[in-house]
């Protein structure tokens, strides 16, 4: 199975920070890989696909990059609507993996 | 609209069966395939398997092959993800969601939060 593993776990941050979330995976997945982020007692929501490509609606402030091992979340600047716990996942191939994910918390 | 609705909260002791839904709207339900995340209270996410309901192939992470069986009835649109013997270690969240092509998962239900209590 391929890992993911995220960094860092915790992060706080203020309004208005740029705000980066890293993810590794043990071995290449291309640019298969996806973020998403979770509020409490809420289903995920898709951020980014394919590594870079923004999900239709959500804000520009999101961005990501990388491929192979190597990926990181970008977050501009940080709304209150943003603290939440990101995740990345592969879709490179069975079994799709998601990683520990990162808990952003208002500083 | 893309809707993706689950059945509601069940409380079970171990060794009981459950089946638990989710019922899709929206789109053709035989062309996209459906999958099954877990999360247990307090953890991370967890994926389970992928159906797709146009043929029933079906795809088990290892973690889960052997502990659930995910299935899917075309007629109403409704996948399934389903227990013949409940543990403890099974109380979590369980999500579906669709997947996009081959791709990531862009729609999600509203969770169903399963309970396994003596």
């Known amino acids: 199975d391929i890992q993911m593993t995220q960094s860092p776990s915790t992060l706080s941050a203020s309004v208005g920070d740029r705000v980066t979330i890293t993810c590794r995976a043990s071995?290449?997945?291309?640019?298969?890989l996806a973020w998403y982020h979770q509020k409490p007692g809420k289903a995920p929501k898709l951020l980014i696909y394919?590594?870079?490509t923004l999900q239709s609606g959500v804000p520009s402030r999101f961005s990501g990059s990388g491929s192979g091992t190597e990926f990181t979340l970008t977050i501009s600047s940080l709304q209150p609507d943003d603290f939440a716990t990101y995740y990345c996942?592969?879709?490179?191939?069975?079994?799709?993996?998601f990683g520990q994910g990162t808990k952003v918390e208002i500083k | 609209e893309v809707q993706l609705v689950q059945s509601g909260a069940e409380v079970k002791k171990p060794g009981e069966s459950l089946k638990i839904s989710c019922k899709v709207s929206?789109?053709?339900?035989?062309?996209?395939?459906i999958a099954w995340v877990r999360q247990m209270p307090g953890k991370g996410l967890e994926w389970m398997g992928v159906?797709?309901?146009?043929?029933?192939?079906?795809k088990y992470s290892p973690s889960f092959q052997g502990q659930v069986t995910i299935s899917a009835d075309e007629s109403i649109t409704t996948a399934y993800l389903q227990w013949n013997s409940l543990k403890a270690s099974d109380t979590g969240m369980y999500f579906c969601?669709?997947?996009?092509?081959?791709?990531?998962?862009?729609?999600w239900g509203q969770g169903t939060l399963v309970t396994v209590s003596s």
């Open positions: 969601a669709r997947r996009e092509g081959s791709s990531h998962m862009s729609f």
């Open positions: 929206g789109y053709r339900f035989t062309s996209f395939w």
């Open positions: 159906i797709y309901p146009g043929d029933s192939d079906t």
């Open positions: 071995q290449s997945i291309s640019s298969w």
């Open positions: 394919k590594a870079s």
């Open positions: 996942q592969h879709y490179n191939s069975y079994p799709w993996t």
